[in-house]
């Protein structure tokens, strides 16, 4: 179940379209506190709030303004526990002949994990000229992916179609997604991650497997990350790991071999530069290649 939970949040966004549809123009729909639990894992969602506002489109399918709000949730497995604050999200879905326009803003006021606090995430992602048919194709699937927290099994099996028809309306239409900003703050720090993702010389011959349509996809991501936070991830490490003990001083050298050991990795190999206390990458994707900061390095095409 939790693999299938966190594959989810992404795809939440992208499909939020069809999960706010609704049986009026405006309606405010609240949906009760959701809990569920396995054997090894637990997940609390507080009451939710569906605010959504917009025409009935000629299907099933419905435009306009959509909010959503949670808040607050719980989500633990045997190794860890995860506690989310309030989750806010507002979607924007316009139609342009037979294609659509969606903007999704989602913003969460913190997430706690091992003990550390990460604050105010932030992820704007618009979805370009997606093709209104392929949407009514896969409604129902979409709704299923949005609303339920299911096995990983069936939510593969839904994910699949949904795939698939952002593939097609892509070779069509020239679909793509962009992420207008994704951010995060650790330690008063803010990291950031930008980018865009389409398919490039795809055909519809290349419909015919996930994994064609893969080598197919193209995209640019921009990230910057200030070199306090891998400072302060080290500082934190060191004083929350038992088995590191010594002196303050001791204890300080440790934060400094644990940081001079991360800027080695991340630098010294080649993943990031170092621009004015800032690490920077680029990472471009293209027919099926992957260059991390002009570094290339193999693709998994897989579809799982």
């Not at 604050?85 to 997430?111: C, F, H, M, N, P």
């Not at 011959?205 to 891998?230: C, F, H, M, N, T």
């Not at 990031?272 to 099926?288: F, P, Y």
């Amino acid at each position: 179940m939790k693999h299938a939970l966190l594959r989810n949040a992404f795809l939440l966004a992208a499909l939020a379209p069809q999960a706010f549809a609704a049986p009026a123009q405006e309606k405010l729909i609240t949906v009760p506190t959701l809990s569920m639990s396995s054997q090894d894992s637990q997940l609390i969602v507080a009451p939710r709030e569906i605010r959504t506002a917009g025409p009935r489109g000629a299907d099933e399918l419905w435009f306009g303004n959509a909010r959503v709000t949670i808040p607050s949730a719980y989500f633990s497995v045997s190794t860890m526990e995860l506690k989310f604050g309030s989750i806010e999200q507002t979607v924007r879905t316009t139609t342009r002949g037979k294609l659509a326009d969606s903007q999704s803003d989602a913003r969460l006021a913190s997430i706690e994990v091992f003990g550390q606090r990460i604050e105010d995430v932030h992820l704007g992602v618009r979805f370009e000229k997606f093709d209104l048919a392929e949407m009514h194709k896969v409604e129902k699937d979409a709704a299923f992916m949005s609303n339920a927290f299911t096995s990983i099994e069936a939510f593969n099996a839904k994910r699949g179609n949904v795939l698939m028809a952002m593939a097609r309306s892509a070779v069509r239409h020239g679909s793509r997604v962009v992420i207008d900003d994704f951010s995060l703050s650790y330690k008063n720090f803010r990291a950031r991650m930008t980018g865009h993702f389409g398919l490039r010389d795809a055909s519809e011959k290349d419909l015919a497997s996930v994994q064609q349509i893969l080598k197919k996809v193209d995209g640019r991501i921009e990230i910057s990350v200030p070199a306090g936070i891998p400072r302060a991830m080290c500082q934190a490490f060191v004083h929350t790991v038992p088995n590191i003990k010594g002196t303050g001083m001791e204890r300080w050298q440790q934060q400094q071999n644990c940081y001079q050991a991360a800027m080695t990795k991340i630098v010294g190999e080649g993943w990031a530069r170092m621009e004015d206390g800032v690490l920077r990458s680029t990472i471009v994707i293209s027919q099926g290649n992957l260059n991390v900061n002009g570094k290339s390095t193999k693709v998994n095409l897989s579809a799982d």
